[in-house]
């Protein structure tokens, strides 16, 4: 019996809902603070090309220091709390900085220490969640549907976030419109806290010391072909993506003059292709072999950006180049971000889903955290688009290693690990 034969449906499961619901209007929030952090950034103190670059490093930092260390002790409490407590953290501090702004006392350092803070919290969060869904997804063939619903949400607020980030900008200004995001995290909060479905409480008798603990979470997932694999090539996309993602924005409010509201346009219209991807990423799971599927779909990611290079042309040409190339490589995420998570979930003992998690958590974000810092650094050294032409050509020679992965042999979804 497979992962993908059909079994009753999420649709049935409030408690799921209730998640679901809370983690897409967090998101969509989030997506508004993505635009609207480097754009206060520059509104409240002319953030030059690095400092850009150094926020959204900063944002991602904590996963390279925190996010094994979190994975732990995750896995030692019940994760509701820990959900709860981390976004209440990031309600308060992402509420400063308007606050901050408005007294005149938003610097460099307090916003960079903000965002890092917030960054802190959110490793939290993440660590989480996805250890979380077991408790209220119970059958193992559901984790691909979970997987395909947290995904198009997702990919809804990718296509939502940044055309509602524009309009609020506009009108109320960058600082103001991260309230946006402190409602999203209190409608979270309020739903994790609707949540009826009683956590497992954790054996506290097999606990060890966290150093072994840490090394056996970090010795499973290098040991697992499949993992091993996921996460290397993970860790180039995310380096790739936020690269690409910082570049373009300088790019765009920079040298082209791109008001903010046309940037929200690109990247919304765009987003268009991740939830397109979420939505369909079943149907093409079941009818195509699994590695086929995630071939093509990282195919698509790795090699979008190469249409940012090559957009030429009045300007409305080249937003339409712009959007070409996001929602190919959205389309892509959307597809294999499904796999990717279920083939996670299935090949990890739940008593150890923190702990993995919480690598590929370092790995992935720790991949996005230097390719912000390196697209920063890159384009004040030698301007937005010869950043990205190094960006696409790396990003394109990451397909090579797609080719030899054990996960492109794949032909279905493996049976859940015991």
Excluded: H
Excluded at 168 to 188: C, D, K, M, R, T
Excluded at 209 to 226: N, T, Y
């Amino acid at each position: 019996m497979t992962l993908l034969e059909t079994r009753p449906s999420l649709w049935r499961n409030p408690d799921f809902l209730r998640f679901w619901f809370g983690e897409t209007v967090s998101l969509m929030g989030t997506q508004v603070a993505n635009l609207a952090l480097p754009l206060t950034a520059i509104d409240a103190f002319g953030a030059s090309d690095e400092q850009v670059g150094l926020l959204r490093f900063l944002q991602l930092v904590p996963y390279l220091g925190l996010a094994l260390v979190f994975g732990v002790w995750v896995d030692r409490v019940r994760r509701k709390r820990v959900m709860l407590g981390a976004n209440l953290a990031r309600m308060a501090l992402l509420a400063l900085i308007p606050l901050l702004y408005w007294a005149g006392w938003l610097g460099p350092v307090p916003f960079m220490a903000i965002a890092c803070a917030v960054g802190v919290a959110s490793v939290l969060f993440d660590v989480s969640w996805m250890s979380y869904v077991p408790t209220l997804v119970k059958d193992p063939a559901g984790y691909v549907e979970a997987g395909a619903k947290t995904a198009a949400s997702s990919s809804a607020a990718d296509v939502a976030g940044p055309g509602l980030a524009g309009l609020l900008i506009g009108w109320l200004s960058a600082p103001v419109a991260l309230l946006a995001n402190v409602g999203g995290f209190a409608v979270s909060v309020v739903s994790l806290l609707m949540i009826g479905a009683e956590e497992p409480v954790p054996d506290r008798a097999k606990r060890r010391r966290v150093g072994a603990e840490l090394r056996e979470g970090l010795a499973w997932v290098l040991r697992s072909p499949v993992l091993r694999a996921l996460a290397v090539v993970g860790f180039c996309c995310n380096f790739s993506m936020i690269a690409v993602w910082t570049m373009f924005l300088l790019y765009g409010t920079r040298d082209l003059g791109l008001p903010a509201g046309t940037i929200g346009f690109v990247f919304a219209t765009a987003s268009v292709g991740g939830l397109t991807g979420a939505l369909v990423s079943r149907r093409v799971i079941a009818r195509f072999p699994v590695g086929r599927v995630y071939l093509v779909a990282q195919t698509m990611l790795l090699l979008g950006p190469s249409l940012i290079v090559a957009a030429g042309g009045p300007r409305p040409v080249l937003v339409g180049m712009f959007i070409a190339s996001f929602f190919t490589t959205y389309l892509g995420l959307g597809v294999a971000g499904v796999i990717i998570v279920g083939l996670r979930q299935t090949s990890t003992p739940r008593a150890m889903m923190g702990r993995m998690t919480a690598v590929f958590r370092t790995l992935l974000f720790g991949g996005g955290a230097l390719g912000g810092l390196t697209a920063g650094l890159l384009t004040g050294a030698i301007g937005a688009k010869g950043a990205l032409t190094a960006a696409a050509i790396g990003s394109a020679a990451v397909v090579a290693g797609l080719l030899v992965s054990p996960v492109t042999r794949l032909r279905t979804m493996p049976e859940p690990v015991d």
